[in-house]
């Protein structure tokens, strides 16, 4: 059959994943944490489902929830959105990020990307008909080109998809990186998508920069996040899309026909946990720092060479001392003979640079996983 998605495999995430089970190596592959969501989030799902909150919630999500959110967003980036007519809850960022290209991009549109990202975007825009247009960012640091973005425009650039802090480098825009974004866009019908889904994971001091912040980016802007990353429960895929109301009302049309309304128990746990533990989120980036830096020093034991991480739950290193096969060669290697499971960058790209020798590896681990990890990667 003639298909939508004939570049599609089944996905890295997916396929190292399998192979740390079949090789029983320690998973830093996939992103998940292997410690447990606060126990008040566990309480107060329990309660809801207890009370009987266990049919379909309202479309846009519970009335609760989008006022936590949007109380937690003006606390955090000093704008409050509009519960009612701003905020969408969604079966994690990935639908938010269907929806919203769905929504807004047209059979032949194109649609930039900055090379590596994560990986649904492009599908979701060859599933709108569209063409992914892929800007590569500095291979060293990471951060946007904005002369190639520019070069990158045309008549036919219908939106800029971003992501800070980014997978799989956790580099972080900066001030100047809003400024130029603000001048990119500004007098253009270009829309952006804004994936922020490790917002609270930032070390270091730093600022996020959400678009949230800032009115000229914001009004034409889909900001994305997850509870799954803040709240350690990547398996619940609960998360929200934040858009102003005539963009949010086209995001609607979407969402009401692919899902619905995502799980409603989670949604009332979520409103509660929001509201009565800002330390959560507000403590996250410490949380992880320590476990960055721990690892960091660990790995600088080893020959993998860390590179520097100023946000997210990601790990690259160099792995250019120990084996010239290439990424996902060596990530397939690194499992089944080392027993670590890591994840190759160039699925991450249209075009990874030649030569490229980086692994992703995954420090959102109980210390024990990641010394069980370290103790394996010393013999390499
Ligand atoms: N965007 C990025 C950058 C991610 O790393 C992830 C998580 N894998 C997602 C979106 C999807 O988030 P969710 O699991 O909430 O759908
Ligand atoms: N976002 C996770 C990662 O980057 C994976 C999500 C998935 O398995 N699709 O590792």
Not at 189 to 196: K, P, Q, R, T, V
Not at 364 to 380: F, H, Q, S, V
Request: net charge negative; glycine share 6%.
């Amino acid at each position: 059959p003639e298909t939508k998605l004939p570049k599609v495999g089944t996905t890295i995430f997916t396929v190292m994943s399998q192979l740390a089970v079949e090789h029983g190596a320690v998973n830093l592959g996939q992103g998940f944490p292997d410690f447990n969501v606060p126990e008040r989030l566990i309480e107060a799902l329990d309660r809801a489902m207890r009370e009987g909150k266990n049919q379909y919630a309202p479309m846009t999500g519970i009335p609760a929830l989008r006022q936590a959110i949007a109380a937690k967003t003006e606390r955090c980036y000093g704008y409050r959105p509009d519960a009612d007519a701003e905020i969408t809850v969604t079966s994690g960022a990935s639908e938010a990020i269907f929806d919203a290209v769905l929504a807004i991009v047209r059979p032949g549109d194109e649609v930039i990307v900055l090379d590596p990202c994560y990986d649904c975007y492009e599908p979701a825009i060859d599933l709108a008909g569209a063409t992914a247009i892929h800007v590569p960012l500095d291979p060293r640091t990471f951060a946007p080109d904005w002369d190639r973005i520019r070069a990158a425009v045309s008549p036919k650039t219908r939106m800029l998809m971003i992501n800070t802090p980014h997978n799989p480098s956790g580099a972080m825009f900066s001030a100047d990186d809003i400024a130029q974004l603000t001048a990119l866009i500004s007098g253009t019908h270009i829309y952006l998508l804004s994936d922020e889904v490790y917002e609270h994971i930032i070390f270091d001091g730093a600022r996020h920069e959400s678009v949230l912040r800032y009115p000229e980016l914001r009004e034409r802007a889909f900001v994305v996040s997850s509870f799954g990353k803040t709240y350690h429960c990547t398996g619940w895929k609960l998360g929200y899309c934040i858009a102003p109301p005539a963009l949010s009302a086209e995001f609607r049309k979407v969402h009401q026909y692919n899902t619905f309304c995502t799980f409603a128990p989670a949604q009332w746990a979520f409103a509660e946990m929001i509201e009565a533990e800002p330390a959560h989120y507000e403590g996250l980036g410490a949380f992880y720092q320590a476990k960055r830096d721990r690892f960091r020093e660990q790995l600088l034991t080893t020959k993998l060479k860390p590179l520097v991480v100023p946000g997210g739950y990601f790990q690259l290193v160099d792995y250019s001392a120990v084996s010239d096969l290439d990424d996902v060669a060596f990530c397939r290697w690194l499992t089944i003979e080392k027993g670590v499971a890591a994840i190759p960058l160039s699925p991450f790209y249209e075009a990874a640079p030649a030569g490229q020798r980086i692994a992703r590896l995954c420090f959102a681990k109980n210390e024990a996983t990641l010394d069980a990890a370290i103790e394996r990667l010393l013999k390499l």
